[in-house]
Each structure stands twice: as C-alpha cells, then as structure tokens.
C-alpha cells in the first residue's frame, strides 16, 4: 500500500512539473504568435491613423493660437502633458527635432510606437509658425489590445494546463482503482480459498476424532476394573475433546470470517429469543457443579433480528470456554442490559489462575467477534475484579 501511494505521488509529482514546463511553453508560443499578429494587424489598418489624427487636429489649433514655433518645447511638452500623451515626436524632413515619453514602464511590443523609425510612416504635417514639421502623437491607445493578447495568453495557457492535470488525474485514479480492485479480486479469492481449506481441514479433522473417541469408549468399557488404565483413557478423553472442541472453534471462525451474505431471521422479542439458551446455558452448567447467578436477567418488549444458526454457534462456545477456563469454585453471573439502541448480555465467570485462557490462541472469541459483526453486532471482553466478563451487543430493530 505505501508503494502504491510513493508511486501515485511520484505520478502527480511528474504531472504538476510536466504541466507547469508546458503551461511556460505555450505561453510562449502564443504570446510570440499573438505579438507578431497584432502588429501586423495594427501596421495594416487605419487604427493608429484614426486615433491620432483627433489629437494632431487639436494640436495645430494650439500651434496656431499662441503662435508657437519648434523651438518652443515647454509650451507644447505643456500642452502634451495636459492631454496625457505617452509619447511624442517632431521632425523636419527626416531629421528629428524633439522627441519625449511621459511613462517609463510599458508593454514591450508598445514601446514600439516610441520609435520615431517604426512611427514614421505615421506622423502628420504640423505648422509652427517657423516652419512645418511631421509631428506623431501616441497617447497609449494599443496598449489596451497588448494588454487583452496577454491576458487570452494567461487564461489560454492556464486553462490548457489545467485540463492536462485533470485528465492525468484522471487517468491516474482510474489505474490506480483498477489495480486496487485486481488486487481486491485476488485478496477476496484468496480468503475464499483459505476459508475452503479451513472448513474442509475441520470437516476432515471431525471425521478421525469421532472415531479416536468412539473408540476409547469402547475401550473404556472394558477397562473399567483397571483404574490405572481409566486414567489413562479419560485424560486422552479429555484431549481429544478439547481438539475437537478447537476444530469446532476453527469451523466457526471459518464460516463467520467468510464473505458469503449472511441472512437474519425475522425480528422477535428478546425474551423469546434468549430467553431459552440462557436458560440452557444455566442447566449446563449447574449440571456441571457451577454455581450460576442469574439474578440479572430480565427482558423488555423489544425486538432484535439475528441469525439463529450463529446464536446457537456462540452461546455454545461461550460455554466451552467457560467449561475450560473458569473457575468451577466462583459463580458465573449472568446478566442483560437495555439501552435506546441495543440489547446486550453479559457473561462473567471467575479466572482460575492455573488454567490458560490468556494464553490461549483465542480463535472461540474472535469467531464469536466474528459472528456477532455478521449480526450487526458486536462482541467485547475484559478482565475486572478477578472476574472474566463477555458481553454481546445487539442492535434494536
């Protein structure tokens, strides 16, 4: 998992610089484009004409009223100023007389009109009143389609990196899900597989424990009068239980661990449903010399749905284990308990210090955890005050 997630990293790394390389690039490429298009566009049509002629127009009216000669600079940088003029140029057949720029920073490709060379198909006639001369006026008026061309450049550039992220991501979350989904497909065979042989090693084990058991019945038949041999045969009695018994545990767990749908009976009232294996389990275990304190039982009228088969299945590895592990010499205390939401029973039995509860695997609790997640339940357990305590939750339907 931490692989795949260095390799998706690595992936979105990549794709961030390839887009922000790529994103520089085109902006170039557009922006050399657009520049050389819209100078050819603006040197090919009337646009600066128009918009300088007002100006030039004006300006001879000026020239003309207060009799102003080209050696008169401040009077008309005066009247440059007033009508915020960019630029400005004044020649005599060719040669230039006066020149001025009134800004200092402008979009490179407009500094262009700043250049009497480049302007001089521009100018018009002016009459001073000492001579006539060729005056250009630039009062910023292209700026405005520099300034457009670079912001579609930005926006174009932008948008076209961005699409190229999204569908990278894309791509990269779709391979991403289809290797996640193969390697589900492959963990979810694999635990199928696993749960088979599980079951078919317990179905197998059965078999030879019931007949390594039916025959040290016999043969305690016929060793009756021996106790030597009695002993003997009850402690591989004894063992071949408890091997069965982990067989039975291993089945559960196999079963309740698998990913086939479970289906809950029909909801019915607590007390009809629990009512009878706790009864059982108290029968049993009194049977057994327990001393059991069921003081705590009561049932209100609500309703849960279970899995009978499971709930048969759990109260009976619940005994077991407190057949195995608990102190026969401490009562086993049973009890329920009611919330807004769920139903829970409680099973606590004395720890008997030299039995190995702790110890053990704990494959009957975990198929119980199991089985109880299958119910939309849950199973918890804790060691208090020298008791053992096992408590089943149940969701209120």
Not at 159 to 166: D, Q, T, W
Not at 175 to 183: P, V
Not at 244 to 256: E, P, W, Y
Request: aromatic share 12%; with cysteine.
């Amino acid at each position: 998992m931490r692989d795949d997630l260095k390799r998706v990293k690595k992936k979105l790394f990549l794709t961030f610089a390839i887009a922000i390389i790529g994103t520089c690039v085109v902006f170039g490429i557009l922006y050399d484009l657009g520049i050389d298009l819209l100078n050819n566009y603006i040197e090919g049509t009337t646009l600066i004409y128009y918009n300088e002629k007002p100006y030039i127009d004006e300006f001879q009216q000026y020239v003309t009223d207060n009799d102003i000669s080209t050696t008169d600079v401040e009077q008309y940088d005066e009247w440059m100023s007033e009508h915020d003029v960019s630029f400005y140029s004044v020649k005599e057949e060719g040669k230039v007389i006066y020149n001025k720029s009134n800004v200092d920073k402008l979009i490179s490709p407009a500094k262009n009109m700043y250049d009497y060379r480049f302007t001089g198909s521009y100018q018009l006639p002016v009459q001073f009143t000492d001579i006539e001369a060729e005056v250009f006026i630039y009062t910023g008026f292209t700026i405005k389609y520099y300034i457009a061309l670079m912001i579609f450049d930005v926006g174009l550039s932008l948008m076209l990196g961005i699409v190229f992220v999204y569908l990278r991501i894309r791509k990269i979350i779709a391979g991403y899900q289809t290797e996640l989904e193969a390697s589900q497909e492959q963990e979810k065979k694999a635990r199928q597989e696993k749960d088979e042989l599980m079951r078919n090693m317990a179905h197998d084990l059965r078999t030879p424990l019931t007949g390594v058991m039916t025959y040290v019945d016999v043969m305690k038949l016929e060793n009756e009068a021996y106790a030597e041999n009695m002993k003997n045969l009850n402690f591989i009695s004894e063992k071949v239980l408890d091997i069965r018994s982990q067989v039975d545990n291993l089945l559960d767990f196999s079963i309740a661990g698998s990913q086939r749908p479970v289906e809950l009976d029909a909801s019915m009232d607590v007390e009809y449903i629990f009512g009878d294996y706790l009864s059982d389990v108290c029968a049993q275990l009194m049977k057994s010399n327990y001393e059991v304190d069921a003081e705590g039982i009561s049932f209100k009228q609500v309703k849960v749905a279970v899995n009978m088969a499971f709930l048969t299945r759990i109260f009976s590895n619940l005994t077991d284990n407190i057949y195995k592990y608990a102190d026969n010499k401490k009562p086993v205390v049973m009890k329920t308990a009611f919330t807004k939401k769920t139903f829970s029973v409680e099973i606590g039995n004395g720890v008997c210090d030299n039995k190995t509860l702790l110890k053990s695997a704990g494959i009957g609790l975990k198929s119980v955890d199991a089985m109880m997640q299958r119910m939309n339940g849950s199973m918890s357990f804790k060691r208090e005050h020298g008791k053992f305590w096992v408590k089943l939750e149940f969701q209120i339907v």
